[in-house]
């Protein structure tokens, strides 16, 4: 009896790893496998250097960029949350935050509704000047993705940072104050130098996400910018040529791999981290006239990055512009989601990619949720749990357009998939989630003391009994923060869905993707309302996290 | 003595609406340690860094040889203080956080690295000059946080409960080691602590502060020997405490439940007769009576008799079931009976009635 519930436990705890072994090492190493296969016929191409070369630059000169702008803006943030009080501070927190959790494509749609060519600005800017063309020609340029990963990736650097910057404490700059140094000096000799780890991972972080950029420098940068993302989607879905882009992965693994091997390594928080409300000495209300007018300046220069492109795809879902060049209220964008008035093959219907989201994103949230479960779980009764921690957590830095490649090279042929194709984008988006919930989960149930454990086994229950009548109660809240993050991260994700979805199975970033590209004040309004909607899911799920996160710490 | 270099001038300081310095107001004078001897929430530790200039006062002035600090800032002042929990800088050696001062003053490299080499020999600590400060003990860590506090040559030392994080030997041992430094120093001294043999120790002079006011200055002996208040008798430790009343005014004659006692006058009680008192037993060495009559005398049976290295701690119970607590010479039987005399010099009496 008790060996048979010991083998069924052994037998639970593999479940993840054949998940991943079959659904993330697989179709990696067929990856591989193309690459170097191809590899002879593709040393004989003339300019491959170049093939490989220039999509790597540029990956590295706009990631590099971005990371520089991005610490920029975010270091004066960080310093603004963790050293003043102020009305409406958790606002504009959660301001600062959202962009996090958006989905690249409402990113775009949303920057695209501030400043694109029928964007709020270049109307009012035509309507006030009349002008015949739109006079702010931001779409497709290099200005475009780099505003797009300061407005995504700022968050990061200002939780990390923020986050360990009110927790240091004042008296180490006391101590350098009574020594005699100035402000700059305790900057420069003792507080940079206590912030730099949390520094330099923020750092790492927004670098791995700007370097693995997909849906951003797709849709904004357009077809002269390609990153080594872009350049494996082209390859693959144009071009034809998997060995390249098999080859462009195995680089883009390497470099990844590498990057993220450096922020497991120091990392000790999750993936994201929610700023602390310490009260210390640090936090103040601002005092005096310079403290006060740079809190105006942050503050106003948070709304407008961080809140107008949310406001304006809100209000742009609702209007819609005559050809003459007059603006009318109207509810048809949303109306217009329910039923195909074009009646065409091609067409894609809104309803019908919100209802496959919502599906897939259902699904992904109860496989990620359970194998996260067991996972979670199991890592901490696993010996060489370190090692395994940093395996599981693997497809985190592995990019979604690999993920979708390789999935491409090793399922679609089975005949199980032949038949349902769309049950490869739940399986990959799950891969996806399934590091954010362990990393969630694991230091939930890491934080329940061995003792409660030891005495629930000493009063006879099983291990099963213990996992059911004592951790799952103590982790319920992190345990609803995970499914939400892999609700969102289903949602929205759009790298590796763009590789699998069929054009009967769209999903609401898919779609919004495709009427973004197609011409018409019909598809610009109802890329705006799909956007909104799920601009909504994603705002409320953010909000239920922190609340549960909150609820956490007091408990 | 000399002419006083620092000033402290009727320091006020609130928080949240309750006054924590209330008014004080005392001179440090050159080679003086001074010492603060307070209980926690005290307000010793906020007057510290008001003389710091990490806070402000809300009221009074702090004179420096004379002249209002008030408005110069922390870093200008030369003052060194060494934070209760140290504070040293987690990511320099040992040699770097000393050298952290006289950097900032922007000694010269040479100069910087010798003054390095004298502190840390003050502080007989040489050979920890490479080491990270995360890998100290407890009292390394004190020792460069000293080093670190005098290396810049400041013009007055402040010690916030400098051994207050060490455990009990080590204060012992270091508050030994403190006492020789500070003697050889030469700088003027405010010492910060909650143990007054802590205090006794190291201070020329001992402040008894609380409810942010002085209670009293004076020597360590003065203290001691006449604690102003019954508040500071039971501070520092006087727990032998019996309500009385005046029996008698010259010579003054207190009459309680344990028996009559003579004293020499004292000036905390107003004087008169059948008024209440308190009449506090320092826990000095005691010796067994040799007369079963008259004043001065405590009969009871011995409760506990405990070795104490340095001498033996006697408890007693009286008849009306107080208990009491003396030095003594020797091991006694417990539950004998046993007759004490009492020196005048033992005693100290309070206006009031405590019980």
């Known amino acids: 009896m008790r060996n048979t519930r010991r083998k069924l436990f052994y037998f639970l705890g593999a479940i993840p790893i054949v998940y991943l072994l079959i659904f993330y090492t697989l179709p990696l190493g067929i990856i591989f496998e193309k690459a170097f296969e191809g590899f002879q016929t593709l040393l004989q191409t003339s300019g491959l250097l170049q093939k490989l070369g220039r999509p790597l630059a540029f990956t590295l000169y706009q990631a590099g960029l971005s990371v520089i702008l991005t610490v920029l803006v975010g270091f004066p943030i960080a310093y603004l949350f963790s050293h003043f009080h102020f009305k409406g501070k958790k606002l504009f927190q959660a301001a600062v935050t959202l962009p996090f959790i958006l989905p690249t494509v409402v990113v775009a749609a ?122 494996i989607y082209l390859q693959t879905t144009q071009m034809l040529n998997l060995p390249l882009a098999g080859l462009l992965s195995v680089i883009q693994m390497g470099i990844t791999f590498f990057i993220s091997w450096f922020i497991l390594r120091d990392s000790h928080t999750g993936i994201v981290t929610f700023l602390p409300d310490i009260k210390n000495e640090r936090m103040q209300k601002a005092a005096s006239g310079k403290q006060k007018i740079l809190l105006i300046l942050l503050l106003t220069f948070i709304f407008l990055f961080f809140v107008l492109p949310e406001l304006s795809l809100f209000f742009r879902s609702f209007i819609f512009i005559e ?94 998939f032949q038949k349902y194709p769309q049950i490869l984008i739940p399986i990959a988006h799950t891969l996806v989630a399934l590091p954010v919930v362990i990393n969630t989960l694991y230091p939930a149930f890491a934080s329940i003391p061995a003792n409660l454990r030891a005495a629930a086994g000493n009063l006879g229950a099983s291990p099963m009994k213990v996992l059911q009548k004592i951790d799952l109660p103590l982790i319920r809240n992190s345990l609803l923060v995970g499914a939400l993050y892999a609700f ?45 909607i799920l601009l909504t899911l994603c705002t409320f799920s953010m909000l239920l996290i922190e609340r549960f996160m909150l609820k956490d710490k007091r408990s | 003595m000399k002419k006083p270099c620092l000033s402290i001038r009727k320091i006020h300081k609130d928080y949240e ?51 209002d600090i008030s408005g110069i800032p922390v870093e200008k ?60 003990s407890g009292g390394e860590k004190q020792r460069v946080a000293l080093a670190r506090t005098i290396a810049p040559e400041p013009d007055l030392i402040m010690l ?3 051994l207050g994080a060490l455990d009990k030997t080590l204060r012992d041992e270091l508050g030994q080691v403190l006492h020789e430094i500070l003697n050889e120093l030469h700088i003027p001294t405010i010492y910060v602590t909650h143990d007054q043999e802590e205090a006794f120790t190291v201070a020329n002079t001992i402040a008894v502060l609380n409810f942010g006011n002085i209670l009293q200055m004076g020597t360590p002996e003065e203290i001691y020997n006449t604690p102003a208040s019954l508040w500071i008798a039971s501070f520092l430790g006087f727990s032998n ?33 059948g008024g209440d008192v308190t009449l506090v037993i320092k826990p000095d060495m005691i ?20 070795f104490r290295g340095d001498g033996y701690r006697l408890s007693i119970s009286t008849k009306n079931d107080a208990t009491l607590h003396f030095r003594d010479t020797m091991r006694r039987e417990i539950g004998q009976p046993i007759t004490l005399e009492i020196s005048p010099a033992m005693l100290l009496v309070y206006s009031g009635n405590h019980a």
């Open chain 1, 488 to 532: 969102i991260l289903s949602l929205g994700e759009f790298g590796a869905t763009s590789f699998l979805t069929r054009p009967e199975y769209p999903t609401m970033p898919t779609a919004i993707y495709r009427y973004l590209s197609l011409p018409g004040s019909l598809n610009y309004g109802q890329a705006m309302a799909t956007s909104c």
């Open chain 2, 17 to 67: 609406k309750n006054p924590l310095l209330d008014g004080i107001s005392f001179d440090l004078h050159e080679d003086e340690t001074f010492c603060l001897l307070g209980p926690s929430g005290s307000g010793k530790s906020t007057l510290l860094r008001v003389i710091a200039g990490l806070e402000k006062a809300d009221a009074g002035s702090i004179l420096w040889r004379g002249k």
């Open chain 2, 287 to 306: 010796r067994a009576a040799s007369r079963k009559n008259g004043s001065n005398l405590i009969q009871g049976t011995v409760k506990d008799s405990q």
């Open chain 2, 77 to 136: 002042r030369n003052f060194g203080l060494m934070f209760q929990d140290y504070a040293l800088f987690p990511h320099m050696t040992v040699a770097e956080n000393i050298a952290f001062g006289p950097r900032m003053r922007g000694w010269s490299k040479a100069a910087i690295q010798k003054r390095v080499e004298q502190t840390l020999q003050i502080v007989r600590m040489e050979k920890f000059s490479d080491r990270r400060v995360l890998e100290l």
């Open chain 2, 160 to 162: 916030d409960e400098p």
């Open chain 1, 110 to 231: 949303a920057l695209n509704s501030l400043i694109g060519p029928s964007g709020w600005l270049n109307l009012a800017l035509i309507h006030i000047f009349d002008l015949a063309s739109p006079p702010i020609q931001i779409m497709n340029s290099l200005e475009i993705i780099l505003l797009a990963h300061i407005f995504y990736n700022t968050s990061i650097f200002v939780r990390v940072v923020g986050a360990a910057w009110a927790q240091l404490e004042t008296e180490q700059e006391q101590a350098a104050r009574t020594l005699g140094a100035g402000v700059w000096q305790r900057f420069w000799f003792i507080t940079l130098p206590l912030l730099k780890q949390s520094i330099l991972s923020a750092i790492l972080m927004v670098f791995l996400f700007d370097f693995t950029s997909f849906g951003v420098i797709l849709m904004l940068g357009g077809p002269s910018f390609s990153t080594l993302e872009v350049e």
């Open chain 1, 323 to 416: 050809t003459d060049g007059t603006f009318k209220f109207t509810l048809d964008f949303y109306k217009e989601l329910f039923h195909n008035v074009h009646g065409s093959l091609f067409y894609i219907s809104p309803f019908t990619a919100l209802k496959n989201s919502l599906t897939y994103a259902l699904i992904t949230t109860l496989i990620a949720g359970l194998l996260g479960i067991i996972a979670a779980y199991g890592l901490l009764n696993a010996r060489k749990s370190k090692v395994l921690r940093a395996l599981v957590l693997l497809p985190l830095g592995t990019s979604s357009v690999t993920l979708g490649l390789g999935f491409l090279l090793a399922f679609p042929r089975l005949s199980l």
């Open chain 2, 241 to 273: 405490q019996i309500p009385g009343s005046i029996k008698q005014i010259d010579p003054l004659l207190i009459a309680s439940d344990v028996g009559d006692f003579s004293l020499s006058e004292s000036e905390h009680i107003s004087m008169k007769k």
